[in-house]
């Protein structure tokens, strides 16, 4: 029928058919990241099939391995887009969204061949939703008003996010590291100030936190390597010769001595904006771009440390640590503010030199210097600290934690299934699907751990119909235990996060009907 008024190259899958459609690709998507969840997930290899690049990752991380994938459907894109916001926003969950969104629609499937219609599954999911939030509400614990606690209530979030990544060996360790280096940041919670600093070579465990800020850059030859109570001025400005840079322009001189006056002239300007500079009375330069020998020689001249090619990134980050701000201009040096620090020094790490910034005007900034024995390892220890930190800093905004290991998937099914006895209608077979998709997640867990999924979850439902509500999977041992003595807790941010993301996108996924393809628009002819 649409054929009759739809444009050529328009396709237009109705009913069944686009619902299937929907359903495969999710489903396929979720199924994709499943087996890297929990502490004994797997790893995939990501491997680059371009021409001109054909590196390779190796992760268990959910966003990553999304993102990476080159995607058709359009309900899958909808997962991938889910489990980004999900790193945004939080930094860790990223692949329990995903996979709580597939068994949402697992079951919304199954719902559907039962001829159950799919606003009567939105409505119970809604129902359900409602019923999982405020048991997951009620079982929240918070200990921000004694500092010794949340520290350790810090400590534990941070082992449990880096027991399912590739520190988990080493995870007393980093998550030491972790939260020393958020608490420095005393509430501000911008992670700028913590810069990540990879080094190949060594061991994982040789990694440590720096105080203070360092800059993976080169002094100047001949210039200070050591300055004391410094002042910075950070700027993005050219510093090679003033050139005649409109295109295609040429000067004609008749003698080699006319040339040499044009040389001449460029150097003099370029020395009186190398006094500009100098009047602002800073002992140390950074600039984002180049510095050419001849500005160079001329800071060296006059005993100023100068840094050159900070990229942007490295720039801003220097802003917001030292207090300064970056300029372009140096005409009115009353107008600029110059950063600040206690000194600035020249230090090994391994074989490569590094600026080490210590004492800045922020007092919050630090690095931690990452060591290990590829690029691979150090790429995948960077991510999996990144998740780490991101996950305490939304602990610190929002400082209630709940049990892990699956415990508040059952808790928050159990739930569900109190109210569905109490509900008419096929509302209540909804709801029923919904607490069965939660306790999926840690039936996915147990799986990837190699033990009996079945047997586990179905202990792990009786000891929390007997009361028993911190209870939840050991996965070292392969049996189930109290939670709380073992250790494993989630902040409550990421896990409410994970519930109404997934829920959500499955109910948009769930009542499409049609999927409309439109090829672009083509270009009339004369424009």
């Keep these: 029928m649409e054929a009759a008024f739809v444009g050529a190259g328009t396709t237009v899958d109705k009913g069944e058919n686009a619902r299937l459609s929907s359903f495969v690709g999710a489903i396929a998507i979720a199924d994709l990241v499943k087996t890297t969840l929990g502490p004994k997930g797997m790893d995939k290899i990501l491997q680059r099939i371009s021409e001109h690049d054909q590196s390779i990752s190796v992760t268990n991380d959910g966003a990553t391995i999304l993102k990476s994938v080159n995607i058709d459907n359009a309900a899958a894109k909808v997962l991938v887009d889910i489990a980004k916001v999900q790193d945004d926003e939080v930094g860790d969950g990223t692949t329990s969204v995903a996979v709580l969104c597939g068994e949402l629609l697992r079951e919304a499937e199954d719902l559907i061949n039962q001829r159950i219609h799919p606003q009567t599954i939105a409505e119970g999911w809604r129902l359900a939703r409602k019923a999982a939030r405020d048991a997951l509400d009620a079982s929240t614990r918070d200990n ?22 590739l520190l ?44 203070g800020f360092l800059l993976d850059k080169k002094i100047g030859v001949g210039q200070p390597k050591r300055i004391e109570n410094a002042k910075i001025l950070l700027a993005n400005t050219s510093m090679d010769t003033d050139k005649i840079k409109i295109y295609g322009s040429r000067v004609r001189v008749d003698s080699l001595n006319k040339v040499a006056e044009i040389e001449e002239a460029e150097k003099q300007r370029m020395r009186q904006k190398c006094d500009k500079i100098m009047s602002h009375g800073c002992n140390v330069f950074i ?38 701000e970056v300029v372009s201009t140096f005409d009115r040096p009353d107008l600029v503010t110059m950063g600040e620090c206690d000194i600035i020094e020249e230090v090994m ?17 630090c690095s931690i210097v990452l060591r290990g024995a590829s690029s691979h ?123 109404l993301s997934a829920s959500e996108a499955a109910e948009m996924i769930l009542r499409v009907d049609d999927i409309i393809k439109c090829a672009p628009r083509a270009r009339q002819e004369g424009y």
């Design 144 to 165: 921000s008003a004694d500092d010794a606690k949340f520290r350790e209530d810090l400590l534990t979030i941070a082992r449990t996010t880096l027991s399912s990544k």
């Design 287 to 324: 600039n984002r771009q180049l510095i050419y020998n001849l500005p160079e020689s001329i800071f060296t001249e006059n005993g100023i440390m100068a840094i050159e090619h900070a990229d942007f990134d490295g720039i801003e980050r220097l802003a917001a640590v030292t207090g300064g």
């Design 349 to 365: 790490i391994g074989e490569d030199k590094v600026i080490r910034l210590g004492g800045c005007k922020s007092g919050e900034a």
């Design 168 to 211: 988990t060996y080493d995870k007393d360790y980093f998550a030491n590291l972790a939260v020393d280096a958020v608490m420095r940041l005393r509430g501000s919670n911008n992670l700028d100030h913590i810069q990540v600093l990879k080094k190949a070579g060594g061991h994982l465990r040789d990694s440590y936190l720096e105080e």
């Design 377 to 499: 390892v150090l790429d995948e220890a960077e991510r999996s600290l990144h998740d780490a930190l991101c996950i305490l800093t939304a602990t610190v905004k929002d400082p209630r934690i709940i049990c892990g290991g699956g415990c508040t998937e059952v808790l928050m099914a159990q739930a569900i299934d109190r109210q569905v006895e109490a509900t008419p209608g096929k509302k209540a077979l909804a709801m029923a699907s919904f607490a069965r998709a939660l306790r999926q997640l840690p039936a996915i867990v147990a799986d990837n751990g190699g033990y009996d999924s079945a047997e586990l979850v179905t202990q792990l439902r009786a000891a929390h119909a007997a009361g028993k509500n911190t209870h939840g999977l050991d996965m070292y041992n392969g049996t189930i235990g109290d939670m709380l003595e073992l250790g494993v807790a989630e902040a409550y941010k990421s896990k409410l996060c994970v519930l």
